[in-house]
């Protein structure tokens, strides 16, 4: 076993060389030779390595690492499959310290690919570096400023994403983008061939600026070491996990496009359950997951309510609670006179509270601020839609609710349901600026509250033993 | 039973008398007064009834119904529950043709507002006289110009809904917006104290304008007729529903909401899927589905291509479509020869057929064009995300696979799934110039092609009878 150390070289690399660096706009080398090039903080030093030697956006290449005279922390590898081997060899004679493979064409490809890849795994390892790759579009550590990939970079913030499939991570990081969701660490596995998932996992779990983490996966060659790791990383952090090849068509493409076998997905299930993790259905499930806990707060219990300006809104969201098991608090008398009095007398008494299509922000805010001071409930659920009518912002209702968030010290929890508000700038302003939580579709909210409720009872339970 | 005609007066009112008028910007009557007063095709004639009197909005309202001395097609009433009787009682009187009640407080509200819409349903049924509401946000025919609703008006196209809940609609509304989806007619039912379902669903069926029929319900009274309309109705055009209060909590919401007691689920899920309705889970299904009725011409068989530059992305529509029960079609020598001749050697030869990262708007289009022109495929599924790297278009994958469609007559269904790219604009633009399909998760994609499946086979089973 290595220790996490051993990927530091990865994510604060002081010294990197780009092999295979190019300015051919059509070649993916130039994007991630772009990309490293940027290096905004000024954090590592960049040395340029290609056949052609000369001139590369305006940076001196050499024609071998063997040239270069400082020690290398990370070399990118981006020359074709059939010259790896021997760029390897020399990259272990100059004793870099880590490696990324960018470059396709190994175990995807079959047994003769997957030879190659197992021989460089091996030299590797003999040698004492790390490797990440073959086949994958890089690495990310946004604080850091790197951007050794050649996808684009995320916002800062709190998720750190393990990602067998590139082209996943690249979709979420548009998804986050359009979300205000923000990230730390990025990293693409790819084939995997030495760096494995529960390494990244306990990287992940110690560093400080990573709050929740998000791994796409669709195949374990070492599904011990990451049971364990997951377990213990439950402890301190959630971790959310979507599984692709879950279906033996799945598994095929799956073998296709990274080279490795799906394992069984019950097991799997099973398995992510007992050690804590949470495991999500569908790519929209895995972005709501992570969403839930980038922005909203743990629970302190189960009970739930539910206010609405939107009849119908509610009644949906109510099947899934029920499908999902939830417990809708019934309000004692004391609670309903409160919520009374900030209520017209056409409103019934009841959880969800209809307040019918006349509840305005006024409405909202007191209704929602009664809830959050209330020790009735754990988890208020407001639901609206953008007004189409009476002149109303698309804002109003959910500037209520954040009042009285805010006023309430941010400590409930609470999972604003705007239907198909996604569009509206108004609503991702007040997103955007005060890290207010929206979701879109009443199941959308009621998977949030499951996700949170699913981690309140886990950490209930492990704090018990 | 009333003849489908006598819902026309609500469709295609040559007259309307607003019963309630207000310009005071803080009723909801405001919203419903402006929205007809718009009447851009000046079809009808509208006369503002109030009880103030005087101008509204420019026109000159009188006190009274009776007061007016042309006929009236459609009656819209607008005043507090505690007057709707007595107005309801003149418009009796005046012999108004169809009346709809948009104000709240009756049957949702308990026994004795349930006493009072059934007084008011029993006195319009014996004048002949036919009610939609009360408790809705009104109706809508777009190509006539008719707004008769508080809510936002759609674009025009072929999708025609009928709502229980109002919000439900409005929701739906911004969301076909934004996905460039556009309608033909829309109702909500409200309390649907006296026009019912099957009875929209009757005048939909015969809409020259209605291509697909979407369906938000919560309660039916008329089960019976229900799911002999609706067995009528699927040979002719596929109808979407979608159905809220499937669950104790969600029913005791319902019941709120509209006044009705939801049916036994599972009893209602069989006969939806014996009269070949199309039965959706949440609300992003019933956009799907509507949105590919809406888009995307029906297949003629069940075979289906994934083409891919976006490997996790098919590895998941794989799994969605596994548990789905699709056949991936197994591609002929001659035909692996063809597509080979537009791919890189490093591509393997199999469905999902993964290009990899480097397939470009070229590869797509040659790709795509030869699977359409293939009588080995039915339906194909071109995968892609937008292109974070190499300065491409976000929209050129998705171009060569439009070209490919138009240039072969538009016959076959494309489900083009492009993972995140619902903010692109220039994805956008595709799809409003040129009628382009766009899906943005693999699961949406694979919903797609499970309804056109569903569609496709329940035509064959009622062709063979």
């Known amino acids: 076993m290595h220790s996490t150390q051993s990927l530091t070289p990865f994510f604060q690399p002081h010294s990197i060389a780009i092999i295979g660096a190019t300015d051919n706009p059509k070649k993916i080398g130039y994007a991630i030779t772009k990309n490293i090039l940027e290096n905004p903080k000024g954090n590592y030093k960049i040395s340029l390595v290609s056949y052609k030697k000369g001139e590369i956006l305006g940076h001196l290449a050499v024609s071998s690492i063997l040239d270069l005279n400082q020690t290398i922390d990370l070399a ?51 040698a004492n570096i790390r490797l990440i790759g073959p086949n994958c579009v890089g690495i990310q550590n946004i604080s850091f400023g790197l951007n050794a990939s050649f996808i684009q970079k995320p916002l800062a913030g709190g998720i750190s994403m393990i990602t067998q499939s590139g082209s996943i991570g690249a979709a979420c990081i548009w998804e986050f983008n359009a979300q205000d969701m923000g990230m ?56 959310i996990i979507l599984k692709g090849g879950t279906s033996t068509k799945g598994m095929q493409a799956a073998q296709s496009h990274t080279g490795s076998l799906s394992s069984n997905f019950s097991v799997f299930q099973a398995m992510v359950h007992q050690a804590g993790g949470i495991l999500c259905d569908t790519l929209d499930e895995f972005i709501t997951a992570l969403k839930t806990f980038s922005y909203v707060p743990l629970p302190q219990g189960a009970k739930i309510a539910v206010v609405t300006g939107s009849g119908g809104s509610s009644v949906l969201f109510s099947d899934y609670a029920e499908r999902f098991g939830f417990h809708f608090a019934i309000f004692s008398p004391e609670l309903e006179k409160e919520l009374g009095s900030h209520l017209i007398e056409l409103v019934k008494m009841e959880n969800p509270l209809d307040m019918i299509a006349s509840a305005d922000e006024n409405t909202f805010y007191h209704v929602t601020k009664t809830l959050l001071a209330s020790p009735e409930i754990d988890i208020i659920v407001p639901c609206s839609l953008v007004p189409p009518f009476l002149e109303q912002e698309p804002q109003s209702h959910m500037r209520g609710v954040l009042h009285a968030w805010q006023e309430t010290g941010q400590k409930k929890p609470i999972i604003p349901l705007m239907v198909y508000g996604e569009m509206f700038p108004e609503l991702q302003t007040l997103r955007r600026t ?17 996700y949170l409720l699913i981690r309140f009872k886990y950490l209930n339970r492990i704090s018990r033993h």
């Not at 005060?434 to 499951?450: I, S």
């Open 76 to 126: 990118i590898v981006l020359v074709p499959a059939r010259f790896v081997e021997s760029i390897i060899s020399e990259c272990i004679k100059k004793k870099v310290k880590s490696i990324i493979i960018v470059t396709a064409g190994f175990g995807e490809m079959g047994i003769s690919g997957k030879n190659v890849q197992n021989r460089i795994a091996k030299q590797v390892h003999e």
């Open 434 to 450: 005060h890290r207010f939580p929206l979701f879109f579709t009443p199941k959308e909210a009621a998977t949030a509250v499951k």
């Open 184 to 239: 730390a660490k990025f990293t693409n596995l790819g084939n995997a061939a030495d760096v494995q998932f529960y390494e990244i996992l306990e990287y992940y779990s110690s560093d400080p600026e990573t709050q929740v983490i998000a791994i796409y996966l669709e195949s374990l060659q070492e599904g011990r070491q990451f049971y364990e790791m997951l377990q213990k990383v439950t402890r301190k952090k959630p971790v």
